[in-house]
């Protein structure tokens, strides 16, 4: 009997924390321009961060307008993430490089890492997310 109360406390314990979920506010900096979008990636773990949006666990997006603005990602669980994002000027979804690789459009990382010879890394970009809005500020470089 006191297995089964144990075990269901953990479980009733595991479910209050899986249904505390919260906002978590972008605030974009330094956009060029009022073309295209700015475009969002949420990441929970090291693969596909920052080139590929596709293993990202949340995107978002908002019309581009020059200075700042602000993109909503809703409902996500308490956590440790990255973001990456850019900025779309031609829509076609993707971050267009040149041929060395080098981004040709607005991009930025959480904690705003700026590798010179490499694409940032999840682990320098990582923040907390906890049970209430999170708000962050990413500048992004042209």
Excluded: C
Excluded at 52 to 69: E, F, M, R, T
Excluded at 87 to 95: E, V, Y
């Amino acid at each position: 009997m006191i297995i089964y109360i144990i075990f269901s406390l953990f479980i009733n314990h595991l479910n209050f924390y899986d249904t505390q979920r919260g906002d978590i506010d972008v605030t974009v900096t330094g956009i060029s321009n009022q073309k295209g979008e700015i475009m969002v990636a949420l990441f929970d773990s090291p693969e596909g961060f920052p080139q590929n949006p596709g293993k990202a666990i949340k995107l978002g997006k908002s019309p581009a307008q020059k200075g700042d603005i602000v993109v909503h990602l809703k409902d996500v669980p308490p956590g440790k993430y990255a973001i990456a994002l850019f900025h779309d000027t031609n829509g076609d979804a993707i971050l267009n490089t040149n041929f060395l690789g080098i981004p040709k459009e607005g991009y930025g990382v959480s904690n705003n890492i700026k590798n010179k010879l490499s694409a940032p890394k999840f682990q320098q970009a990582i923040f907390a997310h906890g049970m209430d809005q999170s708000a962050l500020t990413i500048s992004i470089n042209y």
